[in-house]
């Protein structure tokens, strides 16, 4: 018998062993909304490229708007962006924010058909499975190379899942009215019901993609889930407010894709993370589902963005009580900037 029990101790260790050794600790980066040219990002980028190669960072992901909201939309602004995340020596995970295409309708930002610079992004920046950046990491993409629905991905690393979205400001391209059409606009109404049926579709893609990378994520044991999107979906309406309608009056375009993330995180044992751009203040909270009825295994987080070039680093450890701590990480040489000096 004891015997039986020792050989049991020692299979017992052997796994919990192996168990630790596989689960092992890394750090990501968080990036987004820059270079501006309206807030003279450009000289300022250098020593955030700088910054983020001298880290030990496994990746980073960059939560979208690669150009400001009025600037022209020329191909040259994803040639750019794409030369950007290529000077990173880690991988780079791209989610698309909405100046690159839902705002590119604007007159002052060329008066462009924001569908068809969509297309351009998923054909000259989705070209392949792989990410940017000098090294290349695989990536799951819910659509083929080119095609629709490419630029959702997704990949895991011991013990959590990070999943990117095209859920972009600016509504999530929903058009509610004629004003919100063709105000400072170069739509018309055909390429505004063009826009709704492209969001409707987009939107269930979106959701269809989250719940199959939840399942996935149950199914391997991992304990983390990060999600990346754009758009802020409402959060930063006043936290007071009870009433989560009245709070998302004007965000009706994000209601469906944050039923499914609530859903979804009630029923995940581990930790959930939504990350997003778009408002440009570094914030970490708990703001779902609204301030009386916190979801406790659920934590937003908002990046720095312009006229803050800085980033956050995420150290990631799958045995951790939190799987995800957050670190915003100023660059000394842009410092000056952030203040206004």
């Known amino acids: 018998m004891s015997r039986t029990l020792l050989s049991l101790t020692v299979c017992a260790a052997a796994l919990t062993c192996a168990v630790s050794a596989n689960a092992q600790s890394y750090s990501i980066g ?10 003279a990002d450009a000289p300022f980028i250098p020593a955030l490229l700088e910054d983020m190669n001298a880290s030990d960072i496994a990746f980073s992901i960059y939560d979208g708007d690669i150009k400001d ?14 030369a950007m995340f290529n000077s990173l020596k880690a991988p780079v995970i791209y989610v698309l924010g909405d100046n690159e ?31 940017f950046g000098m090294a290349k990491m695989d990536l799951e993409h819910q659509g083929a190379a080119g095609e629709k629905f490419v630029e ?5 690393k011991d013990g959590a899942m990070f ?8 509504n ?13 606009s170069a739509r018309t109404p055909e390429q505004c019901a063009a826009d709704n049926a492209e969001y409707t579709e987009r939107d269930a893609a979106n959701i269809a993609w989250m719940k199959a990378s939840f399942a996935k994520a149950k199914a391997d044991g991992d304990k983390g889930i990060m999600i990346v999107v754009q758009g802020d979906v409402g959060f930063d309406t006043p936290e007071t407010e009870d009433d989560s309608e009245a709070r998302m009056a004007d965000k009706d375009g994000y209601a469906a894709f944050l039923d499914a993330l609530i859903a979804e995180t009630k029923a995940f044992d581990g930790q959930v993370a939504l990350v997003h751009g778009d408002t440009h203040y ?6 779902l589902p609204d301030a009386t009825h916190m979801l406790s295994n659920f934590t937003r987080v908002q990046t720095f963005g312009s006229p803050n070039v800085h980033w956050i680093k995420v150290d990631v450890d799958a045995t951790s009580r939190n799987v995800f ?6 660059v000394a040489a842009n410092a000056t900037k952030t203040l206004g000096e």
């Open 30 to 39: 968080l990036w987004g909304d820059m270079p501006y040219a309206k807030a």
């Open 69 to 82: 909201g009025s600037s022209e939309c020329t191909d040259a602004v994803y040639t750019d962006a794409t």
């Open 101 to 131: 295409w839902t705002d590119c309708h604007r007159t002052n930002n060329g008066g462009y058909d924001n569908l068809e610079r969509l297309d351009h992004i998923r054909k000259t920046m989705f070209s392949t499975t792989g990410s």
């Open 152 to 156: 959702n991905t997704r990949t895991q």
């Open 163 to 170: 999943v990117g979205l095209n859920v972009p400001g600016s």
């Open 172 to 184: 999530n391209n929903k058009v509610n009215d004629e004003k919100s059409c063709t105000k400072k």
């Open 282 to 287: 570094f914030k970490i909270d708990k703001p």
């Open 325 to 330: 701590t957050f670190s915003p990480m100023i």
